[in-house]
């Protein structure tokens, strides 16, 4: 029993590779969103203030290999592509593009890793 933690702990330990781009780009979001809001004034800054939380919760929960972060993950950047499809007609073509970008560039690596976030456990 206790081999089968450790060898759930190192392999936690080790963050793949391919995780690193929705690392670096989720934490990159976290400071665009808060740069941007502080830009536009003082009705943005509550919003983007929440939603920094909310990625900053999201990226330690990633980062460290949790179930839900990944349940998280695929439930928000899954919606924010579709709001990005349905409304890009409201949006400037640009706004639309990153935003899209950004959820795939943090989706897709979160997918390719599964077994990062739900380790095989066998008993032997």
């Known amino acids: 029993m206790l081999d089968t933690q450790m060898k759930t702990m190192n392999l936690k330990s080790k963050i793949p590779g391919v995780l690193w781009e929705a690392i670096i780009t989720l934490a990159a979001s976290i400071f665009a969103s808060l740069f941007l809001a502080l ?17 900053l919760v999201q990226l330690w929960g990633v980062v460290s290999g949790r179930k839900w972060a990944y349940v998280l993950t695929i439930e928000l950047d899954a919606f924010g592509i579709v709001i990005n499809l349905t409304m890009s007609w409201r949006l400037s073509p640009v706004s639309t593009t990153v935003a899209f970008l950004t959820n795939v560039l943090i989706l897709a690596p979160v997918l390719m890793t599964t077994r990062y976030f739900f380790p095989a456990h066998r008993a032997a």
Do not use: E, H, I, Y
């Open 39 to 55: 830009k536009q004034g003082s009705t943005a800054v509550p919003v983007a203030a929440a939603c920094a939380v909310l990625n």
